[in-house]
C-alpha cells in the first residue's frame, strides 16, 4: 500500500535542499504528518493548494520498519530517501471550483 503527501513547489525544493518534507500548519498542529491514501490525492489538493502553489504528489512505500502505516504518521518529517515518485497535479476550474487531477511526470501511470 502506498501513501501519498501532497506538497506545493516550494516544498518540494526545500525537500531536496534539506533531505526532508516540511510539516504543514496541520502537522505542526497536530504534532504528526499527515499521509493520504491514493483515493483521497486529488479531493485534499482542491480543498487545501491553489494552482498557482503547483501542488506535487510524493508517493511513498510504507515499511514494517517505519511507523507508517497510519494516515497520520507519528514521525518528525518524511525523509526525501523515502519518496518513491513524484506526480504532478492537472488544474482545471470546475463548477467555481479548483479541481487537480494526479499526473505522471515520469511516462509512467499515476497511483
Not at 34 to 54: D, I
Request: with cysteine; aromatic share 10%.
Amino acid at each position: 500500500m502506498k501513501l501519498y503527501r501532497v506538497v506545493d513547489r516550494a516544498s518540494w525544493r526545500t525537500t531536496q535542499l534539506s533531505g526532508f518534507v516540511p510539516r504543514c500548519n496541520s502537522d505542526q498542529r497536530e504534532n504528526h504528518v499527515y499521509l493520504k491514501m491514493r483515493e483521497s490525492v486529488e479531493r485534499v489538493a482542491a480543498a487545501y493548494f491553489e494552482p498557482c502553489e503547483e501542488p506535487l504528489v510524493l508517493a511513498q512505500q510504507p515499511s514494517d520498519q517505519k511507523p507508517w502505516k497510519q494516515a497520520c504518521a507519528q514521525i518528525k518529517n518524511i525523509p526525501l530517501a523515502s519518496v518513491m515518485r513524484v506526480f504532478g497535479l492537472d488544474a482545471n476550474f470546475v463548477d467555481g471550483k479548483n479541481v487537480f487531477v494526479m499526473k505522471s511526470i515520469d511516462g509512467k501511470a499515476a497511483g
